[in-house]
């Protein structure tokens, strides 16, 4: 595949295409990588660099991180016209990044959330199936384009756990959330395999959850060990 | 067709059901293969419209009841289901196989020839623009060719989800265009400026037309009627 470069580059998968299967199909990763998350990466990139191009306060965005970028993506010193694809690829770039992360072939991956984690989904959800439930109906839920969420919200020394869905690429950063799991819901994600599906599509995808990624993640938030 | 429980007029229920499809389930060939037209029609359509019905049945018994938290919380979804009914009816109804005079423009002595030239310039130029606002909808959604009542233009629009025309007001739906993945990922994956720049040889700007005499000679009212009536049995 092309490689994307720019302010920033496509990431590689962290395992091979057929590596998900028999839950995720290799075709399905191949055009997803290669060719949607190429695109947001792309596109990312073209707007960073008209951005730069402007010149002015706004050219400082190019050398923020995607994830600050969408953390203030509302106040930004820049147009809305620059606004709307920074929203729409920043978001498509990292979201996707964030999706393969999470997912690990089956055999590979961390089964369970541990330690703090684990605690704090326990005292939210009840249990991991009952969490799972949840974030399964709210993944089915979407209308249309999105993605489903675990995120933390609040002090880092007692977050909230929630489960929230945003629609298209727009991402949970941009409204003080940070997020720990994510499933894509848009039908791209899925189809080949589980055409109109979705949610035999969002029960195979427990099997490819890497809850190391996710554990990993809450630390980070809660700075705890 | 749709049937009404007649034995039980308290709990009248209108079902409904999938237009037939005027051609085969190949005939839309190579632009809409058989399959992906197949999983469409038969898995995605329907599945809409069992769900409105069994809305629909749901917000009857609510009503009977007297339940109105359960009739808002169902208006979201019927809105949902029931959009993407009509909306893929007239998806359906607004494209043949070019045996059937799909891809063929009008008549360039008709109105609605005549109308689209004066106001867009040539039909090219309206395909053109079309292609390129339907390309850039973010996610899912439908572009639209309308006419305005009130401004009496042809116009596009678009619509996002299953969000139909007659949620913009004021407009009557002319030509539909599906551009949620699943109208295109089988046979086109990504590329959706394909799908766009392919499905102009299915179009039936013989209906198209049809839509349009009927939005210019009456008013909102009657057509709503014409279409329900013909359209979604």
Known sequence: ?225 | DIETNLTNPDKMIVKYSLPKLRYELNALEPIISKTMLDIHYNKHHVAYVNKLNMLLEQLQEAMNKGDITKIVNLQQEIQFNGGSHINHSLYWENLSPSAMGGGKLPDASSKFFKHVSTQWGSFQTLIDYMITRATGIKGSGWAWLAYHKESKQIIYEETLGQDTISMKGNLIPLLTIDVWEHAYYIDYKNARPQYLKEIWNIIDWKEVEKRYEAAIQSDIKLFSYIFMNQRLM
Request: hydrophobic content about 35%.
């Open chain 1, 1 to 225: 595949p092309m490689a994307t470069t720019g302010f920033h580059e496509l990431p590689e998968l962290p395992y091979g295409y057929a590596s998900l299967e028999p839950f995720m199909d290799e075709a399905t990763m191949v055009v997803h990588h290669d060719k949607h998350h190429a695109g947001y990466t792309r596109n990312f990139n073209a707007a960073l660099t008209a951005i730069q191009a402007a010149g002015g306060e706004g050219a400082k965005i190019c050398t923020m991180s995607p994830e600050n970028i969408l953390r203030q993506l509302n106040t930004l010193p820049i147009t809305p016209e620059q606004r709307t694809p920074l929203r729409n690829h920043g978001g498509g770039y990292w979201n996707h990044g964030m999706f393969w992360s999470v997912m690990a072939p089956p055999k590979e991956r961390q089964e369970h959330p541990t330690g703090h984690l684990s605690t704090a989904m326990a005292n939210t959800f009840g249990s991991l199936d009952a969490f799972k439930k949840e974030f399964s109906k709210v993944g089915a839920g979407v209308f249309g384009s999105g993605w489903a969420w675990l995120v933390a919200e609040g002090p880092q020394e007692n977050p909230t756990l929630k489960v929230v869905s945003t629609a298209n690429q727009d991402s949970p950063f941009t409204v003080g959330q940070f997020p720990l799991l994510v499933v894509d819901v848009w039908e791209h994600a899925y189809y080949l395999r589980y055409q109109n599906r979705r949610p035999d599509f969002l029960e195979a995808w427990w099997q490819l959850v890497n809850w190391k990624t996710v554990d990993d993640r809450y630390k980070e938030y809660t700075g705890k060990n």
